[in-house]
């Protein structure tokens, strides 16, 4: 009688709770369908292995090797344990039998050696969480709900395994050491209370496990089956290229994003993958300067208030079973009362950087409130701030930590297009700049006539425009910074001389050139962007330009990934690092001159994490005699980030620790003579850094084409004086 009572209530339970699972997931599901259809990526073979490396490599979770390993048990062992699990229930369906499985019994020790395994790796995520106390980990019931969950699955199948044991009168195995020894802890019991004991444990196992299913989709958990599709889903292409908006679409009501559902369903996907971990919001420049954008939350606000204002479109309940959770619909998160106040920044213990002071206000400013409508509420205002939106540099380094594929940056951007194109709000400094570039081309509103004055400070040096040099082979386009700003003005005058001293025939658009369009872009802007790249890529093709180098990391992303969409081809792109590497592997330039110098290189984040330069501009600084290169604690994919992108150079930051100070800082502690760099904005940066910590005679910020100009002509009177009138 029992074995039929048994199975039947098996299959009563089970049936139920993955009714419970099912229902759950679909719900999300419609929410999710409430967003804008996107345009899927099919993967080739590189995107494929990429995507296996990411799941089942678990190659983003090992940038923290300790966390990286403990997931990784606990990945595999959870594989493992699915056959133990099937092979559990038929021991209780069968009254002691099991899998028909070949070595059976080392199958059995596998099974306890990975619950072992799984045990220690809890424990150590505990650690983690409760003695470490790393900051990017959430701490409560809430959070740590799965290391119960876990721990009593565990325990579960070790004391079914050891009963049954008893129960049928098994000897001690090696194969079986953790059974058998509990086994022999309780051989005193009788026969009857060792198999009700078995079952009781079996039925916990299974109530756990059956809760636990359940409870995943409804938690931060669903990335277990969010996260595989999500990095399925993930752009092969360039990471960080930003979508195209059709400006012309008559029947769009709106740009960018201002109410939840005008992100589009991939961007959701985003949501419910995201397993707070605080990985991004822990590189993240301005939440480790105290500013009030966190990486994270911006994820996990965005998911509450699509659960929620998909539960109320929908009619559907977010939280299942609905007897023991109810609607879920009572109640909205939106941003309380301290969304008013800036983060208490108070830089404790003299620490370069903190996340806590963010992570702190990101607590107390997002709260339920029955008053609160989802279906009202202002995406902007009521889930983001607007000071949470513009103090993202977009950076990307949240983006390269991310284990299960979030974009952070183009959610932001598409937020930012909506406030500029849609509600005409940017901070004043930065609609002056956007203002400045739509009249005069570059961001000071400096005469178009001036753009080729630099040209004039090199004696002797030929610096010809696209009309004195019709054959040219390279279009060197200076870029705003490079043609306006005094210092960057010193970084194009010695890429010249490179490239006049190694036979290269270049040209520049002079005063025909225009800004690239980054900023506007970064900044929400697009039509001023769109412009921009139709103006330069009509001018490229006036003058039959086909191959381009820039020393601004912002203009070659941007010309090299994004005007393709706009009608940019076959034109090849370099950045002025690629080019200076290459004439020296061909022996057109010889870095002949000894430069004593101990170099910090900072990787520029357009450079690096957006287009994968990082041996380029290191290889040229190796090729100089007397160089000796320091790497910061954070450098090559996690190095931080300057804190100009993003439109960011042309803004103040009103709040925290400035960014620039923070990075010079990581420099400066190991104690170099130069912080070289390649991209214009982070040499500003640096150089402004210096100045800030006292240590600007000390410690220059240079170019890595100033550094090897000085290898290739020697401290020549003419750079002397360059520098000096420069």
């Known amino acids: 009688m029992w074995p039929t009572i048994n199975a039947l209530l098996f299959v009563a339970v089970t049936g139920y709770g993955c009714y419970l699972f099912g229902k759950a997931v679909y719900h999300r599901y419609l929410y999710v369908r409430l967003g804008q259809a996107a345009e899927l990526h099919v993967r080739g073979k590189e995107g494929t292995g990429t995507f296996l490396a990411q799941v089942f490599g678990q190659k983003k979770l090992f940038k923290d090797l300790r966390s990286g390993l403990m997931h990784f048990v606990v990945f595999y062992g959870f594989i493992i344990l699915q056959f ?35 045990l220690v790796a809890m424990g150590y995520a505990a650690y983690r969480r409760y003695g470490e106390k790393l900051s990017r980990l959430k701490r409560g019931w809430k959070p740590s709900i799965v290391l ?52 009781i444990f079996w039925w916990l196992h299974l109530l756990i496990l059956l809760a636990f299913l359940v409870y995943v989709p409804q938690s931060k958990h669903f990335h277990l089956i969010s996260a595989p599709i999500n990095l399925w889903l993930g752009r092969a292409e360039t990471p960080g290229k930003l979508k195209k908006l059709d400006l ?22 985003d949501f419910y993958a995201c397993v707070e971990c605080g990985r991004c919001t822990n590189v993240c420049p301005a939440s480790n300067t105290g500013k009030t954008l966190s990486p994270m939350h911006l994820i996990t606000k ?89 103090a993202c540099t977009t950076c990307r380094n949240c983006e390269d930590q991310c284990p299960v594929g979030n974009g952070h940056v183009d959610k932001i951007v598409d937020l930012r297009r909506h406030l500029v194109l849609m509600q005409g709000s940017i901070p004043h400094e930065g609609q002056r700049a956007l203002q400045n570039i739509e009249r005069q081309g570059n961001p000071w509103g400096l005469s ?29 386009f200076v870029g705003s910074m490079g043609a306006y700003d005094l210092r960057a003005r010193k970084v194009s005058r010695a ?65 090299k990934n994004e005007y393709p969409d706009f009608g940019l081809g076959g034109v090849e792109v370099l950045h002025h690092t690629q080019l200076l590497d290459h004439l020296i592997r061909e022996g057109r330039l010889h870095p002949r001159h000894e430069v004593r110098e101990r170099i910090a290189y900072h990787d520029s984040c357009y450079l690096g994490r957006y287009n994968n330069v990082y041996d380029e501009p290191r290889s040229v600084l190796k090729a100089i005699p007397g160089v000796e290169l320091a790497e910061m604690a954070r450098s090559r994919e996690n190095g931080m980030c300057c804190g100009a992108g993003g439109g960011m150079m042309w803004m103040e930051e009103t709040a925290g620790k400035r960014v620039n100070l923070a990075r010079t800082e990581q420099a400066l502690a190991v104690k170099p003579t130069v912080i070289g760099s390649a991209c214009p904005y982070c040499l500003t940066m640096m150089e402004d850094g210096t100045k800030m910590k006292e240590v600007a005679d000390e410690v220059q910020a240079k170019d890595v084409a100033e550094i090897l100009e000085q290898a290739v002509f020697g401290d020549s009177p003419l750079r002397r004086n360059q520098s000096i009138g420069g």
């Open 84 to 118: 133990g699990a099937i092979d559990l229930v038929v021991k209780g369906l069968t009254a002691g039998g099991h899998l028909p499985l070949p070595a059976y019994e080392l199958f059995g020790l596998l099974q306890e050696v990975t619950v072992l395994l799984i």
């Open 148 to 199: 119960y969950f876990i721990f009593s699955l565990m325990l579960s199948v070790l004391l079914s395994l050891g009963f049954e044991r008893l129960w049928l009168g098994f000897e001690y195995s090696d194969y079986a050491p953790i059974s058998s020894a509990i086994a022999i802890a309780f051989q005193d019991l009788p026969n009857a209370a060792a198999q009700a004991l078995f079952y």
């Open 248 to 269: 012309e679409d008559e029947e769009a009501e709106s740009f960018g994003v201002g109410r939840i559902e005008h992100f589009t369903q991939k961007q959701m996907i």
């Open 302 to 390: 965005l998911r509450d208030h699509l659960t929620e204002k998909g539960a109320a479109v929908t009619g559907k309940s977010p939280w299942l079973p609905e007897f023991a959770f109810g609607s879920g619909t009572a109640k909205a998160h939106s941003l309380s009362g301290a969304a008013d106040n800036k983060v208490a920044w108070d830089g404790e213990g003299g620490a370069i950087t903190d996340i806590r002071p963010t992570l702190a206000w990101q607590q107390a400013s997002w709260a339920t409130t029955s008053t609160a409508s989802p279906e009202q509420m202002e995406l902007i205002g009521g889930v983001m701030t607007e000071d949470e939106i513009w």
């Open 448 to 476: 178009r006539s001036d753009r080729d004055k630099w040209t004039g400070e090199i004696e002797g040096v030929r610096v010809p425009t696209v009309k004195d040099n019709p054959d040219f082979d390279y279009l060197f």
């Open 495 to 559: 890429f010249a001389r490179l490239l006049n001293e190694a036979g290269v025939s270049f040209a520049i658009l002079g005063n025909e050139e225009r800004n690239s369009g980054d900023t506007p872009r970064r900044m929400g802007n697009e039509m001023l962007f769109q412009q921009l790249a139709s103006d330069n890529i009509e001018t490229f093709r006036k003058y039959g330009v086909r191959k381009i180098v820039t020393a601004c990391p912002h203009t070659f992303n941007t010309f």
